[in-house]
């Protein structure tokens, strides 16, 4: 069983530049959540998506978007980045169904500025 | 609001000795309650879960109990390795998003 996958690792961007993370999901698991983890900080909910559709939101603006194509696999985009978004960012998978929702992160793309 | 307090670290604590790390959360109705592990340079790593009251987690020696009264899942382990060094995370579910606490960074030395 291949488990979340992140690509790439690492990226070193200037601000004001345009990025855009990948994730894909762990096999059989149809929903995908995105984190970003500040230095030193618990990660932070960006957004959910489930079947194709955003499923939910956190308290990120609107310069923040994704997607998630029909093999579940997911793209986070930013733009007009920000020093403010230096950070780990985390994808998530699951499969929503029971009480627990266990959520399985990948590794993580970290995103540093010059 | 939803929200989870852990403890604040650093923790430093030598071979064999016990750990504990207190973690409290505010939510409404009753989420189910998990810890997460970071080792450095990593992701997240699920280390245990709790989906009602009373309910005990367990893995790899590590144990946390869903009080609902107290609204607590404290992290124990009864006799820590320097392979345990690392952040501790605790979280709870709610509207099928995670809230995590700030983390609890956990150095074991030999």
């Known amino acids: 069983e291949t488990g979340v996958t992140q690509s790439p690792t690492h990226l070193i961007k200037t601000r004001g530049q345009q990025v855009t993370l990948r994730c894909s999901s762990q096999s059989g698991h149809n929903t995908v959540s995105w984190y970003q983890q500040a230095l030193g900080q618990g990660p932070q909910f960006i957004f959910q998506y489930y079947r194709e559709e955003e499923n939910g939101r956190g308290n990120f603006p609107p310069r923040f978007s994704g997607l998630q194509f029909p093999n579940y696999s997911s793209e986070l985009n930013v733009n007009a980045l920000e020093l403010d978004d230096s950070a780990l960012y985390l994808c998530?998978?699951?499969?929503?169904?029971?009480?627990?929702?266990?959520?399985?992160f990948g590794p993580g793309t970290r995103l540093k500025f010059t | 609001g939803n929200s989870v307090t852990q403890m604040e670290g650093p923790v430093t604590l030598s071979e064999e000795a016990f750990l504990t790390i207190n973690c409290t959360y505010t939510?409404?109705?009753?989420?189910?309650l998990f810890w997460y592990v970071q080792y450095p340079g990593e992701g997240l790593q699920l280390l245990l879960k709790a989906t009602k009251a009373d309910d005990k987690g367990s893995n790899k020696g590590f144990e946390a109990t869903y009080r609902k009264e107290t609204t607590s899942f404290h992290l124990e382990k009864g006799s820590v390795q320097v392979s345990d060094s690392a952040v501790y995370f605790c979280?709870?579910?709610?509207?099928?998003?995670?809230?995590f606490g700030a983390g609890t960074t956990v150095t074991v030395r030999a």
């Open positions: 998530a998978s699951s499969l929503p169904t029971g009480p627990s929702y266990e959520q399985y």
């Open positions: 979280a709870h579910l709610n509207d099928y998003k995670l809230s």
């Open positions: 939510a409404t109705g009753y989420p189910s």
